[in-house]
């Protein structure tokens, strides 16, 4: 397996599942939050936790965001903060930037400003939950 470089922005319930579960699974972690607490509950999990405003493009640069081999940014309610963070990272040339968002504008917004991927989990997941019910076959399943 290839250990992977991975930054993941922004310490809620959805971006600290991530990030432990990437550590947990052998890879390279860097997890960032504004939030002083947030940072401190994963700080054992990670490879690395720091307090960062994702906002603050010098900030991204002196972290290497460009240099991650996954940038993931969890910050879903704050769709500005989302999208300077994802066009702070794509402009240090990171070249797999997924972002979660928390509705459909959102997702089409951060999609035009060159996210790669793009997750809505509440909405993917009540999708997913509905065809596993249906018995509906996935293509990735
Ligand atoms: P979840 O559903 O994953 O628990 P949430 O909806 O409660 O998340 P969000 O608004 O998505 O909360 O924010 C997720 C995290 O992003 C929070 O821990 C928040 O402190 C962090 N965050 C918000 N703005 C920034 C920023 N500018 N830089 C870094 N982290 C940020």
Do not use: W
């Not at 040339?93 to 972002?99: D, E, I, P, Y």
């Not at 999609?111 to 990735?140: N, S």
């Amino acid at each position: 397996m290839k250990v992977k470089q991975c930054l993941v922005i922004g310490l809620g319930r959805f971006g600290t599942a991530v990030a432990t579960t990437l550590y947990e699974l052998g890879h390279e972690v860097v997890a960032v939050d504004i939030e002083e607490e947030h940072v401190q509950a994963v700080t054992n999990l990670v490879t690395h936790a720091a307090i960062l405003d994702a906002t603050d493009e010098r900030a991204l640069r002196s972290i290497g965001a460009g240099d991650f081999d996954e940038v993931v940014i969890a910050i879903g309610t704050d769709i500005r903060a989302n999208i300077l963070a994802t066009m702070g990272a794509k402009g240090l040339g990171a070249t797999h930037v997924v972002c979660k968002a928390t509705d459909e504008i959102s997702a089409r917004v951060l999609e035009k400003i060159g996210a790669d991927e793009v997750i809505r989990p509440e909405h993917d997941m009540g999708v997913r939950v509905a065809q596993r019910l249906a018995g509906v076959k996935r293509k990735d399943a």
